[in-house]
């Protein structure tokens, strides 16, 4: 039921104007059905800058080739190069799911990433490329660098779950979680757009 009374108190407050403008959102959503306000807070989501994006890259030391580097900064003020090329991005993570460790301590995650097919590819292909004596793959959240890893082998050969090892906090964990489905479809939207865009090759 409208709240009339709060209404009239901010019409004699902020003039008529503020109280038609009240009126008219009101009586807007009270004839929203449920699948209607929930598309229009899907596409205020969608339209909302991306958020909790992750990208994975190699991590490159003094003898690398500096051209290829791209010097970021951590969570905790360190500094650390990676190249610049990703081996995996937000594109193709269609969900990240925390698992909680089983310890003592709380709180505490490795990530489920569901990847698409060409995200599997990227993942296995890291795998091959992956050494023991190398210092492995830089994390990157929304380009600062948060750890550093050696991925894990799929279990399945037709597995599109990997387990990403943490350690992971319960925040970052949680955002990324919240976050990692919107951000595939709005980069997949955005790159099928910037695909629209480029002039056809005669």
């Not at 209404?7 to 209607?36: H, K, N, R, Y």
């Not at 350690?167 to 964990?173: G, H, K, L, N, T």
Request: with cysteine; hydrophobic share 40%.
């Amino acid at each position: 039921m409208l709240n009339w009374k709060k209404i009239t108190i901010l019409c004699i407050a902020g003039g008529c104007s503020l109280f038609s403008a009240a009126c008219a959102l009101l009586d807007e959503s009270a004839v929203l059905t449920p699948e209607q306000r929930q598309e229009q807070e899907f596409n205020a989501v969608m339209s909302a800058p991306v958020e909790g994006a992750v990208s994975i890259h190699t991590i490159l030391n003094k003898t690398d080739d500096p051209s290829k580097g791209l010097m970021v900064h951590g969570f905790y003020g360190e500094k650390i190069t990676v190249e610049k090329l990703p081996w995996l991005t937000s594109l193709e993570i269609q969900d990240i799911i925390p698992v909680e460790r089983p310890l003592k301590v709380r709180g505490i995650y490795d990530l489920k990433l569901q990847l698409s097919d060409k995200g599997r590819k990227q993942w296995d292909a890291m795998v091959q490329n992956d050494s023991p004596d190398s210092d492995g793959y830089a994390v990157l959240i929304d380009g600062v660098f948060y750890m550093a890893f050696h991925p894990r082998r799929f279990y399945k050969t037709s597995a599109r779950e990997i387990v990403l090892d943490g350690p992971f906090d319960q925040i970052v964990a949680t955002k990324l979680n919240k976050n990692a489905p919107f951000n595939f479809l709005k980069l997949k939207k955005a790159a099928a757009a910037q695909t629209t865009k480029k002039p056809a090759a005669k």
